[in-house]
């Protein structure tokens, strides 16, 4: 009897056995080769900017895009109170202030403020570095030199008078009430403030020569001051005499000494100046 293997008997007792498929070896199939996969290379990211070296600012006239001067207070441009305030300003990435510092006051506290409240709507063109804006820092001078240099009405013989505390105060109650009643007085518009902030009120006498001026400075803030200068005496042997008025007593007395001096172009006429024109 032939002999059969028993998986060929299967194969036969089996109608439509299907052939069962050689097994690849495993080296084979090892050098098959990957199909290709495309190459991604990240973008590297820029390293980020170094801080600026100590003692280095970015050129303020070369990143200044748009300024806008500083109001004057008025007392400080009527007294020719003048100085340079330093600021230190942290620029953003879009060209606005971020932070504002004085670093060198100008000896007035009202000039540094000017100067702060000018410098929070500037712009300015931000540093770049790497392609990118980044945060910079700037110095940036204010100067006050503009100060009130011409008053036409103060009597030549009275700019070498001596000025004392007029005896008749100022009767109204505020500054507001001397603005309102004064230029009443003259037939002129209330001082309200915007514009300079100062304002000169003039009293004629009956041969139209002036007899009091009024001051008013800083009148929409609580700074708001009246001095009225009244003219007495003589041409021959002049006086003049001077009252003050303030909502706080304190800053009258902070500024008599000033006012007792006289107005910036008045003193600079009295030296043998050309303030007043």
């Not at 439509?16 to 290709?36: E, N, R």
Request: aromatic content about 10%; glycine content about 6%.
């Amino acid at each position: 009897m032939r002999w059969i293997p028993a998986a060929a008997l299967c194969c036969l007792s089996l109608a439509g056995c299907a052939a069962i498929p050689a097994q690849k070896p495993v080296d084979d199939m090892a050098s098959t080769p990957a199909p290709p996969q495309p190459f991604l290379s990240p973008r590297p990211l820029p390293p980020p900017p170094p801080p600026p070296p100590s003692g280095y600012f970015a050129n303020p006239a070369a990143m200044r895009s748009f300024y806008k001067a500083p109001v004057y207070p008025g007392f400080e441009a009527i007294y020719g109170v003048q100085g340079t305030t330093m600021l230190l300003i942290l620029i953003g990435k879009q060209g606005s202030p971020l932070d504002i510092k004085v670093v060198r006051s100008s000896g007035s506290r009202n000039l540094d403020r000017a100067a702060i409240t000018a410098a929070i709507a500037w712009r300015f063109r931000p540093e770049i570095k790497y392609g990118y804006a980044v945060d910079g820092y700037v110095r940036v001078p204010v100067v006050f030199t503009d100060t009130l240099t011409n008053e036409p009405d103060w009597w030549q013989a009275y700019r070498q008078a001596p000025i004392s505390v007029d005896r008749v105060p100022i009767g109204y109650t505020s500054v507001a009430a001397a603005v309102a009643g004064v230029a009443a007085r003259v037939h002129q518009a209330v001082y309200d403030g915007t514009g300079d902030q100062f304002h000169i009120y003039r009293i004629y006498d009956a041969h139209l020569a002036p007899h009091e001026l009024w001051y008013f400075t800083d009148i929409s803030t609580d700074r708001a001051m009246a001095v009225r200068y009244t003219f007495a005496g003589t041409p021959d042997h002049p006086m003049t005499n001077v009252a003050v008025l303030c909502d706080h007593a304190d800053l009258c007395g902070q500024r008599m000494a000033a006012v007792m001096s006289g107005p910036y172009a008045i003193r600079m006429a009295a030296r043998g100046g050309d303030a007043v024109k």
